[in-house]
């Protein structure tokens, strides 16, 4: 699956994009948050208070409670700060 | 005929005139035209710019489902939103938000619910470049944006 970064959560990670295979017991995008954040420094940093963390999902918002399914694209981006 | 909102994100700079003249040209029932522009804002001479940055896809995907939502529940004749990415220097456009309607209310309350949903639903992202050069940050959402979407709380169609 592809996951892809925005804004600081893309600097702190230091990376824009990328696949990751992710354990079968990842099932929510909670749990892919609380995964990723123990996969080294840089997403512990990016991660610290995953509650912050906005997450869409093939492009489309989504809840920290919702399932991944078989998503292809999630993202991973602080509040918006457009207009 | 359904309206087709024209949604635009770009680098270039946008023409208020020429964007009122594509939208209302050959629609005779229009009667009112609001745009709203929002500006690069330099508080006390410390920003050199904004660096803007956009999640492409969805940034046009969420600003469709917003617009749409606008022309649902006002009966508009246009909508136009067009949002400028990358380097922007204070007193530069950063966002256009057009809408017409036979009458002004609709055209009114129609940019101001386009507005308030792009704030915090549209994926855009502003860093602060210091008058030094250096990175200023990321700009923090504000909570009064979130607080701003509440008077429309009837949308059902726009994703919390």
């Known amino acids: 699956m592809k996951l892809v970064y925005f804004a600081w959560v893309r600097e702190r990670i230091g990376l824009s994009e990328e696949e990751v295979a992710l354990p079968a017991s990842v ?22 208070y995953p509650e912050v963390i906005r997450v869409a999902i093939d492009q489309e918002h989504a ?13 991973l981006f602080p509040p918006m700060t457009g207009g | 005929m359904s309206v087709q909102p024209v949604i635009r994100v770009q680098r270039a700079d946008f023409d208020i005139a ?9 629609r005779p029932e229009i009667g009112a035209v609001v745009t709203f522009s929002g500006l690069c ?3 006390g001479g410390t920003l050199a710019a904004l660096e803007l ?17 606008a022309l649902q529940r006002w009966p508009l004749n246009a909508v136009t939103v067009i949002h400028r990415v990358g380097r922007i220097a204070p007193g530069e456009n950063i966002v256009l938000v057009l809408a017409a309607s036979p009458h002004r ?32 940050g990321w700009v923090d959402a504000k909570e009064s944006d979130d607080k701003a979407l509440q008077r429309w709380s009837a949308s059902e169609g726009i994703k919390r």
Do not use: C, N
């Open chain 2, 41 to 43: 804002r330099d508080d």
């Open chain 1, 27 to 48: 099932s929510s995008v909670r749990d892919l948050l609380l995964w990723l954040k123990t996969r080294g420094e840089t997403y512990e940093h990016a991660l610290q």
């Open chain 2, 18 to 26: 020429r964007e009122i003249e594509i939208a209302t040209s050959g």
């Open chain 2, 53 to 69: 940055e956009h999640y492409p896809g969805m940034a046009e995907r969420a600003i469709g489902d917003i617009a749409r939502e």
């Open chain 1, 63 to 75: 809840e920290h409670g919702d399932l991944i399914g078989d998503a292809r694209e999630i993202a």
């Open chain 2, 105 to 136: 209310q609709a055209a009114f309350d129609g940019a101001a619910f386009l507005m308030d949903f792009l704030k915090s639903k549209a994926p855009f992202w502003k860093k602060l470049i210091a008058a030094d050069g250096s990175d200023g």
